[in-house]
């Protein structure tokens, strides 16, 4: 059975920094580009960065330069460092794994003054 579960949320101040965790078991990790994204109260979900089995990254633009996903394939986690936190970056952060239909339950970072 594939699972992810994720960690690290939170409760931080504007200017602030998280680091969101993601173990996966049940597949050869390796193999899938793992992807965080994020769904704020009334919003769509959206991609927030994904990173492939070789290491290779993307990120939404309104994250550029403050979030780096990372992952550590011997265990099976994948990382999203979150720097510079916003107001905006409030949200449930999800991992998946791409291209599947396989997410985690979720993990909660709220940013407030």
């Known amino acids: 059975q594939v699972q992810l579960v994720e960690s690290g949320g939170g409760l931080v101040q504007p200017g602030g920094s ?3 965790s993601c173990v996966a078991s049940g597949i050869i990790f390796s ?5 965080w994204y994020r769904q704020a109260p009334e919003k769509q979900r959206e991609l927030v960065a994904q990173i492939s089995g070789r290491g290779r990254t993307m990120y939404e633009d309104s994250v550029k330069g403050r979030f780096t996903i990372s992952r550590d394939n011997a265990k099976n986690t994948v990382y999203l460092e979150m720097t510079s936190l916003k ?10 794994i791409l291209p599947l239909e396989v997410w985690g339950q979720g993990t909660l970072v709220t940013v407030s003054s």
């Open 87 to 96: 107001f905006e970056d409030a949200a449930v952060y999800y991992c998946r």
């Open 18 to 20: 998280l680091r969101l």
């Open 31 to 35: 193999s899938y580009t793992m992807g």
